[in-house]
């Protein structure tokens, strides 16, 4: 006979005893259950814990409610175990403590269905030990999988203590790792700083970035210029305005506020030279981040800009690559880029397909990581799946890869004058096979005079079996050769 089937009661007094952190996440990614341990590893009460929803992110914090986004699983394993036979699939849960610290541990997933066949959820069971760090990933192209390359966000992510957020410089690039010191150091210091690059390549991200990472409770103010639209008028009357209401509206006043100076290059002169002026003044109140499209050099060299106003501001300059310069940071940052939006989608994706990816690192992305972020919204709006296909791509994308293929053909350089010779050595060759040798007969069918055979034979390189046999000294002095033809 058979043993019964344990019933709910007895298995969430099974659960609850267990040292393994377990819990239930529905169809719609909330936690509708969580025993003891799962709430002592992520240090958080179990009632802030059930009837939460969860994000498929690598975006955690300690604060609720990105606390809980670590223990989601992939969507994928929702939409797979739907449909295939139960059995238990693997991946890489994290917790955060107070301390902003990350632990990770091995989880499986397995569906629980109704009588009907349809998914209610998973059940998440961890293994009792934690790791320290989270498992190596194969980052090999051919195994850029979506939960490959969330596990890799999340250790940066990790390995950055949570202080700032740069989902366009994350990847293993010279590129993204020089800015991560440059943005450190921007941090920790009080210079006025200069981030250059192309356009869409995230310079006023990076701008706020750092300014949120200097103040996290926001008690210092960003205050934006836009000096593509700002004259010397504007100018002045923004600066006077920022500095009269420092004293009554700075919360502490040792704190500094800074000037966001918006495509600082595109400041008209009279504007330039009356920002300089204010930046010269002995205890000038503001410190500034400026960007700008034209390099520190450019702006040097440039007639347009004032030399003064470009040393002022570069006291440090953090440097912004294209996109078709680090190529190899473009699936770490498409899989950052869409896990940043899962929490406002309708339905969450899990990454993308390794064929999607391969185009993305094709194609040459001249508005930069802006274009990229439209690109991967569009798309996940098609997706019918929770993986991203290349069919999901907008036409946006199809059209724009078509013609930079076209475009970047390898152009086929004609040199007239040896294709000229080439097609003439041919002609001949053939010519003296034919006639066997016979310089008369090959000059016959060639259409030519044969002192003018033999003057082309005397120029060009005919191979040896197409020679004729050299019987006769009066072939190689024939002094007809030499009349002039019209």
Not at 44 to 57: N, P, R, T, Y
């Amino acid at each position: 006979m058979a043993n019964p089937k344990p019933s709910p009661r007895v298995l969430n007094r099974s659960f609850d005893r267990s040292v393994s952190p377990v819990y239930l996440v529905s169809a719609d990614f909330a936690i509708t259950y969580a025993n003891s341990a799962c709430g002592q590893w992520c240090e958080i009460e179990l009632d802030q814990i059930l009837g939460a929803k969860c994000v498929f992110s690598s975006q955690s914090s300690n604060a609720p409610p990105n606390k809980i986004n670590g223990l989601c699983p992939p969507p994928s394993h929702f939409e797979s175990l739907a449909t295939q036979p139960a059995s238990p699939r693997s991946f890489t849960a994290s917790a955060i403590d107070v301390k902003n610290k990350t632990s990770w541990k091995s989880a499986w997933t397995y569906p629980l269905k109704d009588a009907d066949e349809k998914l209610l959820g998973l059940l998440v069971i961890c293994a009792p030990h934690t790791l320290q760090s989270p498992p190596e990933p194969n980052t090999e192209p051919s195994e850029l999988l979506p939960e490959t390359l969330h596990t890799q966000l999340a250790a940066i992510r990790a390995q950055s203590d949570h202080t700032h957020s740069l989902e366009s410089m994350v990847g293993s690039s010279s590129f993204s790792q020089q800015c991560h010191k440059r943005v450190t150091a921007a941090i920790q210091c009080d210079a006025d700083l200069l981030i250059t690059g192309p356009p869409g390549s995230g310079k006023e991200h990076f701008a706020r970035v750092i300014h949120t990472a200097r103040d996290p409770e926001c008690h210092i103010d960003l205050l934006p210029i836009h000096c593509a639209i700002a004259d010397q008028k504007l100018i002045q009357q923004r600066i006077k305005e920022i500095t009269n209401e420092l004293p009554s509206t700075r919360k502490n006043p040792n704190l500094q506020t800074w000037l966001l100076l918006l495509d600082i290059d595109r400041l008209e002169q009279a504007a330039q030279n009356e920002l300089l002026g204010f930046l010269q003044l002995p205890g000038f109140p503001l410190r500034t981040i400026g960007t700008s499209t034209l390099s520190q050099n450019e702006l040097t060299n440039s007639t347009h800009f004032s030399t003064e106003l470009t040393n002022q501001l570069g006291v440090m300059v953090i440097e912004m690559a294209p996109l078709s310069e680090r190529t190899e940071d473009i699936p770490l940052l498409s899989q950052a880029l869409l896990e940043r939006d899962n929490s406002h989608r309708q339905k969450q994706l899990t990454g993308f397909a390794s064929e999607t990816l391969q185009l993305f690192i094709e194609f040459n992305w001249p508005e930069n990581i802006d274009q990229l972020n439209r690109i991967i919204q569009l798309a996940a709006l098609n997706a019918d799946s929770t993986l991203i296909h290349p069919q999901d791509l907008p036409d946006e994308f199809q059209h724009a890869l078509k013609a930079m293929r076209i475009g970047t053909s390898k152009e086929t350089k004609i040199n007239l004058d040896a294709f000229l010779r080439e097609i003439e050595e041919e002609l001949i060759a053939r010519a003296m096979k034919e006639s066997k040798g016979n310089k008369a007969k090959a000059a016959s069918l060639l259409g030519i005079s044969r002192p003018k055979l033999l003057r082309r034979l005397q120029t060009i390189n005919i191979p040896s079996q197409h020679a004729a046999p050299q019987t006769s000294p009066t072939d190689e002095i024939d002094s007809s050769a030499f009349e002039e033809l019209e």
